[in-house]
């Protein structure tokens, strides 16, 4: 069986800045912040409602 990216001791390890916090698109608080979206020019991480959003 695979592991999973985006759960447990694999994303704290991975990503131990971004584990959880705000999303800076939606706002909303204590979610994990492992989806890259792109504007313009810039990167930021954000929740996984906001990184399928088209």
């Known amino acids: 069986m695979a592991t999973k990216p985006y ?3 694999y994303v704290k390890k991975t990503y131990p800045n971004v584990w959880r916090g705000t999303c800076p698109s939606c ?3 204590g979610v994990k912040l492992l989806w890259t979206k792109v504007e ?3 990167n930021f991480k954000v929740c996984k409602h906001c990184g399928n959003k088209k």
């Open 40 to 42: 313009g020019e810039s």
């Open 27 to 29: 706002k909303r608080t």
């Open 7 to 9: 759960r447990g001791i």
